[in-house]
């Protein structure tokens, strides 16, 4: 069974800046592709930042120039840094990996991320 691990969230000021982390218990090339989605109180979760195997990136509208998606391999790892955050970030932020084999979606446990002075 795939394990994806959060970490990295927290509470920061507007402008502020935190970086998410997700470690996953296999190769990423298991992965067609990882994602970060973020989901706020009464809201519909949704993609925030998206990263393929050859390192091609895709954002959400509202965060493009502010969030970095990235990975390591090597570490099994993804990124997320998310500089001049702005309240409206303030969302659990999750963590999802699709599989290449049966595109089997698995998603990590969540990780809050509060921006607030």
């Known amino acids: 069974q795939v394990q994806l691990v959060e970490s990295g969230g927290g509470l920061a000021q507007p402008g502020g800046s935190l970086k998410l982390s997700c470690t996953a218990s296999?190769?990423?090339?298991?992965?067609?592709?990882m994602a970060w989605h973020r989901q706020a109180p009464g809201q519909e979760r949704v993609s925030v930042a998206m990263i393929t195997p050859g390192g091609i990136t895709n954002y959400l509208d509202s965060v493009r120039g502010r969030f970095t998606i990235s990975r390591n391999d090597e570490e099994r790892s993804i990124y997320l840094q998310m500089d001049n955050l702005k309240p409206e970030d303030t969302a659990v932020y999750f963590c999802?990996?699709?599989?290449?084999?049966?595109?089997?979606?698995?998603w990590g446990q969540g990780t809050q991320v509060t921006v607030s002075s």
């Open positions: 296999t190769n990423l090339r298991t992965f067609y592709h």
């Open positions: 999802k990996a699709v599989a290449v084999k049966g595109a089997t979606t698995y």
